[in-house]
């Protein structure tokens, strides 16, 4: 079996300073990885040079693609990355007016992926994002109000259906908890946990809550000062913290 | 003799807008920038089309103006006084006349043949504006033949309309390349574009010039259930009787009395010289 997307010593660097450094890690199909970390430790730039989305100063991505198999796609020609970007990729973003397009409705949101890729039958398009809007518990009778009409909750999960609605292979989630009160935030996760199950999806997550990677994450890596710190399954790393600052940040949780 | 150049613009300036215009007939549908001038008269109201038509001009053309069809509006009649004087070049209200045709929101009803040139004045060029700000973005959308977003909007017409409501500037793809803004058009005159005359379009405020050569391919898009449809009002003509024309809508009384006519002023009259009547002209109402 090969890994889904293949790490090798990313860089990334703003001027002299350490944006993260010297990242390695496989990603197997099917698996959930975690990166935890404080604020400014570099688990944001880590995300966007994964997908591109930044460059990386040094280093490789592959990425199993489906027609050449491993890939660096750090090198490939920018047409063939953006059309990763709207297939097999999906990026969640913390912020769901970031992701979404805030004066286009539900339905133009959920579909827009779809139509990219040269769906050209309204009907089939309109019936794929009701499903999708149903599979994240918007109700159908909200397809055609735009996002802005909608709750911080209900926009994360409308992110998230316009996502996933071409069947990527690959997720990238950038907090995607984050601003959400807990309640909301327990849906969501709850949401999320049988999405990736159900689609067999392998995610990348980025945040600073335990809690996420606890529920989600099969695998976990401690960042602090752009580097890895500590790297483990999720469970080991939480319940049995080797290194100093994964002790700390786990110790820092408070407890209700 | 005046003491304007030429149809008012400088030689090196119509050989800039000369370059422009060939590069975006070789490239149908890329909007080539261009280094727009100050023209005597307000952006809107066609500084675009207006440079474009001096670039184009040459002292034998004979020069006609149409505004929403009319050759005797405000607009139209502004802009062939201009070269008139600053050309003095013949004129023509007759489409079948005239060498260089600059035109606003119309494409003449009788068929440009070939060696006819129409001029768009274009206000915003770019198809994808109002759903993508950014003109980096765009730019590279188009680059990338990235069109997805453009059904997004007719994705949105139907789901709020029931059907594609867009009326005017209805987006097309050019020789299945570039998606273009035909201009303020309506899209009853989408399907004409396919023509022996060159095309071009001139965006005065937003600096981009392009065309269309002769007998390019101009598809407008649509969904496979919602297909392109070329409406217009369904009336004949109440001053011609043509069944086949772009209509206007005109209030005649308070009443809720109305009539149809002829956007094309030219085409309408042309045809009742030759003896074609409607239901309101003068010798029908006696």
């Not at chain 2, 109440?238 to 094309?264: K, P």
Request: with cysteine.
């Amino acid at each position: 079996m090969t890994p889904l997307l293949s790490v090798r010593n990313v860089s990334k660097f703003y001027g002299s300073r350490i944006g993260c450094s010297d990242v390695s890690f496989d990603l197997w199909p099917g698996e959930v990885m975690g990166i935890v970390g404080e604020s400014g430790s570099g688990k944001t730039t880590l995300l966007n040079s994964l997908a591109g989305q930044l460059t990386p100063d040094r280093g490789e991505v592959l990425f199993d693609t489906r027609a050449d198999g491993m890939k660096d796609t750090v090198t490939m020609s920018e047409p063939e990355r953006r059309m990763l970007g709207r297939t097999d990729w999906a990026f969640v973003h913390q912020h769901a007016h970031e992701g979404l397009r805030m004066n286009v409705s539900a339905g133009g949101n959920v579909g827009e992926r779809l139509m990219a890729v040269g769906a050209r039958n309204y009907g089939t398009i309109r019936e794929e994002a009701l499903d999708w809007l149903g599979r994240v518990e918007i109700s159908g009778d909200r397809i055609d109000d735009r996002p802005s009409a909608f709750s911080g909750g209900m926009r994360q999960r409308l992110q998230i259906a316009r996502n996933l609605v071409t069947g990527p292979r690959l997720v990238f989630m950038d907090e995607p908890t984050g601003g959400l009160d807990v309640s909301v935030q327990a849906r969501l996760l709850d949401l999320l946990r049988g999405l990736v199950r159900e689609m067999g999806l392998s995610a990348i997550i980025v945040t600073h809550d335990l809690a996420v990677v606890r529920l989600l994450a099969d695998r976990l890596m401690v960042m602090k000062d752009g580097h890895v710190v500590e790297a483990g399954l999720t469970d080991q790393v939480l319940d049995d913290p080797q290194h100093g600052y994964t002790q700390l940040l786990v110790s820092s949780v408070l407890q209700v | 003799m005046s003491d304007y150049n030429f149809a008012y613009l400088d030689e090196q300036t119509k050989r800039m807008i000369r370059r422009a215009i060939l590069k975006g007939l070789a490239v149908p549908g890329y909007q080539v920038p261009f280094a727009s001038r100050e023209m005597p008269m307000p952006y809107g109201w066609g500084t675009g089309g207006v440079q474009v038509s001096a670039a184009t001009l040459t002292p034998e053309d004979t020069f006609k103006v149409i505004d929403q069809g009319a050759d005797d509006t405000t607009n139209a009649v502004s802009i062939r006084k201009f070269f008139e004087k600053t050309a003095q070049v013949a004129v023509t209200e007759k489409t079948s006349e005239a060498t260089v045709i600059q035109t606003r929101h119309r494409i003449p009803e009788e068929p440009l043949r070939e060696g006819q040139i129409l001029v768009y004045q274009v206000p915003i060029p770019e198809p994808l504006r109002f759903l993508e700000p950014s003109e980096v973005e765009t730019r590279k959308m188009h680059a990338l033949e990235e069109y997805g977003l453009m059904h997004v909007k007719l994705y949105e017409d139907i789901s709020r309309h029931g059907h594609i409501a867009t009326a005017y500037a209805y987006p097309v793809k050019v020789e299945a390349r570039y998606v273009m803004d035909p201009s303020p058009i309506p899209k009853f005159d989408n399907p004409k574009m396919e023509m022996a005359g060159i095309q071009l379009f001139g965006a005065g405020r937003e600096q981009r010039i392009y065309a269309l050569p002769p007998y390019t391919q101009v598809v407008s898009l649509d969904f496979e259930d919602h297909p392109f449809d070329p409406s217009k009002a369904e009336h004949p003509c109440d001053m011609c009787g043509a069944e086949d024309s772009y209509l206007d809508e005109v209030i005649i009384d308070d009443a809720g009395g109305r009539m149809f006519v002829c956007s094309d002023t030219d085409y309408c009259a042309t045809r009742q010289a030759a003896g074609h009547r409607g239901r309101l002209s003068a010798e029908a109402a006696e």
